[in-house]
């Protein structure tokens, strides 16, 4: 394939992951206002639509207004008030549509003109799946909230946070070498490269534990810094009974577990930067690796910002977003320590 077919696919894998990013931070204004649960039908095809009319209107509220969230939080919620949650949820949903068209159309055409190499079309085909799941995976989410609870289950909502980040990833490695020309990835690895890739774990481990902080509003409480309750390792923590749930039901276990991976997750990055300099990084990979600890050091001021103010939705939505260029430039980094011969 020649260089310029395989930088063509790598734009149009960037762009989408473009479109996850925006996913993710719209998946999070959509928690933060509350709006996850004011479509209460799981309407693939005919979902793509908005109500049209008022009796349209009337049918989707009345469906709402079955649920407990209206019944014990929102209840007495004008048609209004319902529509501003509303359009939440339905731009969510269909951004999820419109990035399914953006993989699967451009995917057929260029399958079609030759220009995906074999071994590269069962990737392409696996991460196609994968965005299906995740789609049910949203709905599977979003169907804990109906019957007995008010909101969704941090488990289901942390396994659709981290499907999304999963999908990301993997277009965004698989975009990596194809803007450079080559596929598969040349292998030259650094000896910092396996270091990298640990990086990018903790990375990950951090996002879902901030999963779990959304989805139990655990950011809520605990609103200093760097004390929690006046303590680093706050009296409650882990008190809880049983032991083994308090790090996903507690809400006070899980705002400490995050604070302290947040910790571990920016020393990792330093000592990376750090190992990095000792052995002289040059070139591109110097550059990631000062990219790297720049994306960590602003994500660590958007967090901690976003604690003390009481997370106010545009902290918190920047935080979010925060994240995602947080995994994007360790996954950077990983690539450039794979082939030191990239400038």
């Given at each position: 394939?020649?260089?310029?077919?395989?930088?063509?696919?790598?734009?149009?894998?960037?762009?989408?992951?473009?479109?996850i990013?925006?996913?993710?931070?719209?998946?999070?204004?959509?928690?933060?206002?509350?709006?996850?649960?004011?479509?209460?039908e799981w309407?693939?095809?005919?979902?793509?639509?908005?109500?049209?009319?008022?009796?349209?209107?009337?049918?989707?509220?009345?469906?709402?207004?079955?649920?407990p969230?209206?019944?014990?939080?929102?209840?007495?919620?004008?048609?209004?008030?319902?529509?501003?949650?509303?359009?939440w949820?339905?731009g969510?949903?269909?951004?999820?549509?419109?990035?399914?068209?953006?993989f699967?159309?451009?995917?057929?055409?260029?399958?079609f003109?030759?220009?995906?190499?074999?071994?590269?079309?069962?990737?392409?085909?696996?991460?196609?799946i994968?965005?299906?799941?995740?789609?049910?995976?949203?709905?599977?989410?979003?169907?804990?909230?109906?019957?007995?609870?008010?909101?969704?289950?941090?488990?289901r909502l942390v396994?659709?946070?981290?499907?999304?980040?999963?999908i990301?990833s993997?277009i965004?490695?698989?975009?990596?070498?194809?803007?450079?020309?080559e596929?598969?990835?040349?292998?030259?690895?650094?000896?910092?490269?396996?270091w990298?890739?640990?990086?990018?774990?903790l990375?990950?481990?951090?996002?879902?534990?901030?999963?779990?902080?959304?989805?139990?509003?655990?950011?809520?409480t605990?609103?200093?810094?760097?004390?929690?309750?006046?303590?680093?390792?706050?009296?409650g923590?882990?008190?809880?009974?049983?032991?083994?749930?308090?790090?996903?039901?507690?809400?006070?276990?899980?705002q400490?577990?995050?604070?302290?991976?947040?910790?571990?997750?920016?020393?990792?990055?330093?000592?990376?930067?750090?190992?990095?300099?000792?052995?002289?990084?040059?070139?591109?990979?110097?550059?990631?690796?000062?990219?790297?600890?720049?994306?960590?050091?602003?994500?660590?001021?958007?967090?901690?910002?976003t604690?003390?103010?009481?997370?106010?939705?545009?902290?918190?939505?920047?935080?979010?977003?925060?994240?995602v260029?947080?995994?994007?430039?360790?996954?950077?980094?990983?690539?450039?320590?794979?082939?030191?011969?990239?400038r």
């Amino acid at each position: 394939m020649a260089e310029q077919s395989r930088r063509t696919l790598a734009i149009w894998l960037f762009s989408v992951c473009a479109l996850i990013a925006l996913m993710v931070v719209v998946g999070g204004l959509t928690r933060l206002t509350g709006s996850g649960l004011s479509i209460t039908e799981w309407k693939p095809i005919h979902g793509a639509l908005p109500p049209l009319s008022h009796a349209e209107w009337m049918e989707e509220f009345d469906a709402y207004r079955q649920i407990p969230q209206y019944k014990i939080l929102n209840k007495g919620m004008s048609l209004d008030e319902f529509k501003y949650i509303f359009w939440w949820e339905w731009g969510h949903r269909n951004l999820g549509r419109l990035i399914g068209i953006a993989f699967l159309v451009p995917f057929l055409f260029f399958l079609f003109r030759g220009q995906v190499e074999r071994p590269l079309v069962p990737r392409l085909v696996v991460l196609f799946i994968l965005g299906g799941l995740q789609g049910f995976m949203g709905w599977y989410m979003v169907a804990s909230g109906l019957t007995e609870r008010v909101d969704v289950s941090q488990y289901r909502l942390v396994a659709h946070l981290g499907l999304a980040f999963v999908i990301f990833s993997a277009i965004f490695i698989t975009a990596l070498p194809l803007w450079r020309g080559e596929w598969p990835a040349r292998r030259d690895p650094h000896p910092l490269y396996r270091w990298s890739h640990i990086v990018a774990a903790l990375i990950f481990v951090q996002i879902l534990l901030g999963g779990f902080v959304a989805g139990t509003d655990a950011g809520l409480t605990y609103n200093t810094w760097p004390l929690m309750d006046e303590a680093i390792i706050p009296p409650g923590a882990y008190a809880s009974t049983p032991l083994w749930l308090a790090p996903f039901e507690d809400i006070t276990t899980i705002q400490f577990n995050h604070r302290m991976m947040g910790y571990a997750v920016f020393l990792a990055v330093v000592a990376l930067f750090v190992a990095g300099w000792r052995q002289r990084l040059a070139g591109w990979q110097r550059t990631t690796s000062l990219i790297l600890l720049a994306a960590v050091v602003q994500q660590v001021v958007i967090g901690i910002s976003t604690l003390v103010e009481v997370m106010p939705i545009h902290l918190a939505a920047l935080h979010q977003f925060g994240a995602v260029v947080l995994i994007a430039t360790a996954l950077l980094h990983v690539d450039a320590l794979r082939a030191p011969q990239v400038r």
